[in-house]
């Protein structure tokens, strides 16, 4: 059974930094693409960042560019997002995910964490 478990959530001020984790397992983790993708209340899942397996290559939401840095340890089996000048826009519950590869849509994602929560203060 896969289990995505993600940490790091909290509550910073503008412009501070937050470092979410994954620690995933019940598969080999490097044969997957890892995405973050957040909700924030009211409002629908959306993509925040992406990484192909082998963390080559990676993508990210327009409003989130120049700020995040996905990452990814193929030993740890674990997925990071660096989330830098944080606003309060960035308030939502952050969720980590796996599937067959790189992708903006949640629909082509498998399996899916509990998610983390990140308050963003004015």
């Known amino acids: 059974q896969v289990q995505l478990v993600e940490s790091g959530g909290g509550l910073v001020q503008a412009g501070g930094s937050l470092r979410l984790s994954c620690v995933a397992s019940?598969?080999?983790?490097?044969?997957?693409?890892m995405g973050w993708f957040r909700q924030a209340p009211g409002k629908e899942r959306e993509f925040v960042a992406a990484?192909?397996?082998?963390?080559?290559?990676?993508d990210y939401a327009d409003s989130v560019k120049g700020r995040f840095t996905i990452s990814r340890d193929n030993v740890k089996n674990a997925v990071y997002l660096q989330m830098n000048s944080l606003r309060p826009e960035d308030t939502a519950v952050y969720y980590c995910?796996?599937?067959?590869?790189?992708?903006?849509?949640?629909?082509?994602?498998?399996?899916w964490g509990q998610g983390t929560q990140v308050t963003v203060s004015s």
């Open positions: 019940g598969r080999t983790f490097s044969f997957y693409a």
């Open positions: 995910t796996m599937g067959p590869r790189l992708s903006t849509t949640v629909s082509n994602y498998n399996y």
């Open positions: 990484i192909i397996r082998s963390g080559g290559t990676s």
